[in-house]
């Protein structure tokens, strides 16, 4: 029997309240989660007004199972809706996304990935008191911190390499004692570079992060680190004066350079991580996706390097053998395998102790973006079965999870 703490996450937002309360829906559901796999914490992203989060946590309350409030910071926060020249910038003037491998659904759907600069202390001030005011009127075991990051490729490529808007341009000078806008040219050069390489040099880098972050501007990556550190403290300090558990979701280890997430720096604020390890799901966040948006941009950027080279590539890199198209990941996602690759990866970072992994992989059925029957289902339970991991939580939306799902989640891992 799986030992370890098993959750889930229910997205709120554009939820009608009415819906969820006839025929005691919402609460019909997380009984049969409950029954099913002893669900222990349910993690909520909150409606406009707050009547849905309300019911979920009196109901969760009655089941025994712990909440925690799913806090969206820096982009698709509910109560603050970015506009464009808000976001970050790139080293070439663009806003919020940029052209090669942008995913051709991005603001399309109810989340826009559209990130506000967390250098921003203007609008980050307005969220913080949000966060604030919902914290002392949210009965909530714990806090559950996400977009703590940058955009990652599949807002485009070219948005990896944010932001040089005035406040960063101030932080970075006062951190290094050093222009910011000087790294635009060693950009721009390194751009030109990424041209040219052809697929023999490619096969020299131990990662992905070594492919796109050049030496000559480590420091942009360092800096963006730090900035993600420094907003996630804001709000995990804020949670821990009211004695909440704060959670974080994080990027998977192969993927959390390249959009300034630093795990080793990010557990000192925190009790547990979910590491997003999304092998089915085209969508940010997902393998495929991001992966897709790196092959599509460099193989658009560079015309020496073949779809099948560069995909030959990242097979090597991230250890798991990928199908040979991008048409091909998109359609079938990679091997689960991954889970097993990324845990080793985070096990070599040696986080305290005290910091929990519960390991984040899907269970929903969303049309065009993932759907995960039986048999991904069951491989990914096998791997998680073989890693000494502290517990699951089912991703993402509790709502789009069908109950065979849960029944099979529940057979397989709590009563192998």
Same mark, same amino acid.
């Given at each position: 029997?799986?030992?370890?703490?098993?959750?889930?996450?229910?997205?709120?937002?554009?939820?009608?309240?009415?819906?969820?309360?006839?025929?005691?829906?919402?609460?019909?559901?997380?009984?049969?989660?409950?029954?099913?796999?002893?669900?222990?914490?349910?993690?909520?992203?909150?409606?406009? *007004?707050?009547?849905?989060?309300?019911?979920? @946590?009196?109901?969760?309350?009655?089941?025994?199972?712990?909440?925690?409030?799913?806090?969206?910071?820096? /982009?698709?926060?509910?109560?603050?809706?970015?506009?464009?020249?808000? /976001?970050? *910038?790139?080293?070439?003037?663009?806003?919020?996304?940029?052209?090669?491998?942008?995913?051709?659904?991005?603001?399309?759907?109810?989340?826009?990935?559209?990130?506000?600069?967390?250098?921003?202390?203007?609008?980050?001030?307005?969220?913080?008191?949000?966060?604030?005011?919902?914290?002392? #009127?949210?009965?909530?075991?714990?806090?559950?911190?996400?977009?703590?990051?940058?955009? #990652?490729?599949?807002?485009?490529?070219?948005?990896?390499?944010?932001?040089?808007?005035?406040?960063?341009?101030?932080?970075?000078?006062?951190?290094?004692?050093?222009?910011?806008?000087?790294?635009?040219?060693?950009?721009?050069?390194?751009?030109?570079?990424?041209?040219?390489?052809?697929?023999?040099?490619? &096969?020299?880098?131990?990662?992905? #992060?070594?492919?796109?972050?050049?030496?000559? $501007?480590?420091?942009?990556?360092?800096?963006?680190?730090?900035?993600?550190?420094? =907003?996630?403290?804001?709000? /995990?300090?804020?949670?821990? =004066?009211?004695?909440?558990?704060?959670?974080?979701?994080?990027?998977?280890?192969?993927?959390?350079?390249?959009?300034?997430?630093?795990? &080793?720096?990010? /557990?000192? @604020?925190?009790?547990?991580?979910?590491?997003? $390890?999304?092998?089915?799901?085209?969508?940010?966040?997902?393998?495929?996706?991001?992966?897709?948006?790196?092959?599509?941009?460099?193989?658009?950027?560079?015309?020496? @390097?073949?779809?099948?080279?560069?995909?030959?590539?990242?097979?090597?890199?991230?250890?798991?053998?990928?199908? *040979?198209? =991008?048409?091909?990941?998109?359609?079938?996602? $990679? &091997?689960?395998?991954?889970?097993?690759?990324?845990?080793?990866?985070?096990?070599?970072?040696?986080?305290?102790?005290?910091?929990?992994?519960?390991?984040?992989?899907?269970?929903?059925?969303?049309?065009?973006?993932?759907? $995960?029957?039986?048999?991904?289902?069951?491989?990914?339970?096998?791997?998680?079965? #073989?890693?000494?991991?502290?517990?699951?939580?089912?991703?993402?939306?509790?709502?789009? @999870?069908?109950?065979?799902?849960?029944?099979?989640?529940?057979?397989?891992?709590?009563?192998?």
């Amino acid at each position: 029997m799986f030992k370890g703490l098993i959750g889930t996450q229910i997205f709120l937002k554009n939820v009608n309240y009415n819906e969820l309360q006839k025929h005691d829906y919402l609460k019909k559901k997380l009984a049969f989660a409950k029954e099913i796999l002893g669900l222990e914490v349910l993690l909520i992203w909150p409606d406009d *007004e707050n009547k849905n989060l309300d019911l979920a @946590i009196k109901i969760c309350q009655e089941l025994k199972i712990k909440t925690y409030l799913w806090y969206s910071i820096l /982009a698709d926060n509910p109560f603050f809706r970015i506009r464009m020249e808000q /976001a970050v *910038e790139t080293f070439n003037g663009l806003y919020g996304y940029g052209i090669y491998g942008k995913w051709n659904k991005l603001g399309q759907g109810e989340e826009e990935f559209l990130f506000l600069c967390p250098n921003n202390e203007e609008m980050t001030k307005k969220i913080i008191n949000h966060f604030q005011n919902i914290l002392k #009127s949210t009965d909530v075991d714990g806090i559950f911190l996400d977009r703590i990051r940058f955009p #990652s490729p599949a807002n485009g490529l070219e948005t990896i390499y944010t932001c040089f808007c005035p406040h960063c341009q101030t932080w970075f000078h006062h951190d290094y004692k050093e222009d910011l806008v000087d790294l635009k040219e060693k950009i721009n050069y390194f751009f030109k570079e990424l041209q040219l390489k052809d697929v023999e040099k490619l &096969s020299n880098y131990p990662s992905l #992060s070594n492919i796109f972050i050049s030496s000559s $501007i480590e420091k942009l990556f360092d800096f963006r680190k730090k900035s993600i550190y420094k =907003i996630t403290e804001k709000f /995990a300090k804020l949670a821990k =004066i009211r004695n909440k558990l704060v959670g974080l979701d994080l990027f998977p280890p192969s993927l959390s350079d390249l959009v300034g997430q630093d795990y &080793s720096l990010l /557990a000192n @604020i925190c009790d547990w991580i979910k590491p997003m $390890i999304y092998s089915h799901t085209m969508g940010p966040a997902g393998f495929p996706l991001e992966l897709y948006s790196l092959i599509e941009a460099l193989t658009k950027f560079n015309k020496r @390097i073949k779809e099948v080279e560069f995909t030959n590539e990242i097979s090597r890199i991230i250890g798991v053998r990928l199908p *040979e198209t =991008i048409r091909e990941i998109a359609m079938n996602g $990679i &091997s689960e395998t991954i889970i097993q690759l990324e845990v080793q990866k985070l096990n070599k970072l040696a986080l305290p102790e005290k910091v929990k992994i519960y390991l984040g992989w899907e269970a929903v059925q969303v049309p065009g973006i993932v759907h $995960i029957n039986k048999s991904i289902l069951k491989r990914y339970i096998d791997f998680t079965w #073989s890693l000494n991991i502290n517990g699951v939580i089912l991703s993402w939306n509790l709502l789009q @999870i069908p109950n065979e799902n849960l029944k099979l989640v529940g057979e397989l891992l709590l009563k192998r």
